[in-house]
């Protein structure tokens, strides 16, 4: 039987209405429907599957519901696989999650008859290097972040592109973003908005102990090196602000544009700035 993935957003009361009535939608029209652990307790399904092994199970779409944050976990579990997602909006912002939940049906009905957009958004691969060989890898759809923890203490980092040194300096903490992490965190720390087919990463410090840093902007091609030459304790590697590793000194970040994709379906052509408009209030006075 043909499968669909769902993965939901925990704390979300009104799934308990939403999930069972997806579920049967789905049944009568030949799909099996797959639970993740929170799905499956509002769908009342004693059946579940963590979200890591769904991939194995071979979908053929992905149904988020929830926010940006949904969103980003089911995009990397997804990453090597290139299902669509459909990602419906049950948070607060709903940056990337852009079909509210009136459509949902609509949406469902366009994708099994092949009429939706698809907007595919390239990923950026990182990779943590310790005692010179990779500690740990990740995919990552928005951003990676070194960030201090609780003592206000700068890091000193090194930043190397291709190979060749671009600065050494003192800062809060280093962000790495794709085109489509440009208007996350990225944007807060007054970096430059990137359209998201455009091949190329963003690399931001963090409040800079220097008033000549800027964001730099380099080809998605390029390897982006930041080496940790001094941090506070409780010095982190987060990953789309929900993986997280512990820094040390002489470690090194090294990202890569990667060599997947993250597909998501779209109920309107809409573009960038219509999003902008709309969820940011872009040019409303």
Not at 24 to 29: C, D, E, G, I, Y
Not at 125 to 151: M, P, Q, T, Y
Request: hydrophobic residues 45%.
């Amino acid at each position: 039987m043909r499968r669909v993935a769902i993965i939901s957003k925990p704390q979300k009361a009104e799934l308990e209405t939403i999930l069972p009535e997806l579920a049967s939608w789905l049944v009568s029209r030949g799909f099996e429907p797959i639970f993740d652990d929170v799905s499956a307790g509002y769908a009342k399904s004693e059946h579940s599957v963590e979200r890591t092994e769904m991939p194995a199970l071979e979908p053929e779409l992905v149904v988020v519901l929830g926010g940006d944050g949904t969103l980003l976990s089911a995009s990397r579990a997804f990453a090597k696989t290139g299902t669509p997602i459909l990602s419906v909006n049950l948070g607060s912002l709903g940056f990337l999650t852009e079909i509210p939940i009136q459509d949902l049906y609509k949406a469902l009905e366009a994708w099994c008859v092949n009429c939706c957009e698809v907007d595919e958004r390239s990923m950026m691969h990182a990779e943590l290097w310790r005692d010179g060989k990779v500690f740990c890898e990740f995919e990552a759809l928005n951003d990676v972040v070194i960030s201090k923890g609780a003592i206000a203490r700068m890091g000193d980092f090194t930043i190397r592109l291709n190979g060749k040194l671009v600065a050494t300096f003192r800062a809060d903490g280093m962000i790495v973003s794709t085109p489509t992490g440009s208007t996350a965190y990225s944007l807060a720390a007054n970096g430059p908005i990137v359209m998201p087919d455009v091949n190329a990463m963003i690399v931001n410090a963090i409040c800079p102990h220097l008033l000549t840093i800027r964001p730099i902007v380099v080809h998605g091609d390029s390897e982006i090196q930041i080496k940790v030459e001094g941090v506070a304790d409780q010095t982190y590697l987060t990953v789309d602000g929900q993986e997280a590793v512990e820094m040390k000194v002489d470690d090194e970040l090294h990202c890569r544009r990667s060599q997947h994709a993250v597909k998501l379906i779209q109920q309107y052509d809409t573009g960038l700035f219509d999003v902008l408009r709309t969820k940011l209030k872009w040019g409303v006075r």
